[in-house]
């Protein structure tokens, strides 16, 4: 559901200030999508708000996240979602963990590869 109100919210925000009819059809899609779970649009409206700060889209998704207040989103609910959207964020920008496989060790991530032609008994 989460999934489908951040879609249909991505789908109606602009570049460009929405008309009056612009805003009411998206503003009914995704009151109608959410069907009365405040809660479900404030944690849209917040990752949108907290994922996007500084990025080349944040006014794209500020104008999702405007709408998903817009649609009746729980003013109480949406800074913890903000600071949940700022959390993941910050995830995806660490590094890969490069530390071996667990299962065979670390000497496993420094062994010399291998070649792919076995090495049988003459």
Sequence with gaps: MVA?????ARHHAKWRPLSRDEEAAALAS???LASGRA???????????????????????????RLC???GA??????????????????????????GSPRLGRAAATAPPSTCTPNFPA
């Design 30 to 32: 995704l009151r109608e």
């Design 74 to 99: 729980d003013p109480a609910a949406i800074p913890a979602w903000i600071e949940e959207g700022r959390r993941r964020s910050a995830n995806a920008r660490q590094p890969p963990f490069s530390g």
């Design 69 to 71: 207040r817009q649609a």
């Design 4 to 8: 489908q109100l951040a879609g249909e």
């Design 39 to 65: 809660d479900l649009l404030a944690e849209v409206a917040g990752i949108f708000e907290g994922t996007s700060e500084g990025e080349l889209d944040e006014p794209l998704a500020r104008c999702a996240a």
